[in-house]
């Protein structure tokens, strides 16, 4: 019985390390600088932008065609916040966006 007791011991106190060392691993990679990537007024746009794809009056482009992809209007609205001058990021290169 004490064996067994030792046994289930040994279990948890590695258990408790694996999960110690798991939640260790995930913070290390990432820094926490306290700044915002974007700001307030790049948050309005894509929440609007977002609103209008849902009821169907977005529209991209010179074609005008309807935007039905949730991310092309995300894309319009943080292009349409670049242009007024809101805090977004840059843009990301072409040739680094797409994983094959």
Do not use: C, D, F
């Amino acid at each position: 019985m004490q064996i067994l007791a030792g046994v289930l011991n040994l279990l948890q106190i590695a258990t408790e390390e694996i999960i110690v060392a798991a939640t260790r691993k995930k913070t290390i990679g990432r820094k926490k600088t306290g700044k915002k990537k974007y700001g307030s007024a790049a948050s309005k746009k894509v929440k609007k932008v977002m609103h209008e794809r849902k009821h169907g009056t977005l529209r991209s482009g010179r074609s005008k065609k309807k935007v039905k992809s949730r991310k092309q209007a995300i894309a319009i609205a943080l292009s349409e916040a670049r242009k007024a001058g809101a805090k977004v990021p840059a843009r990301r290169s072409k040739s680094g966006s797409r994983k094959k």
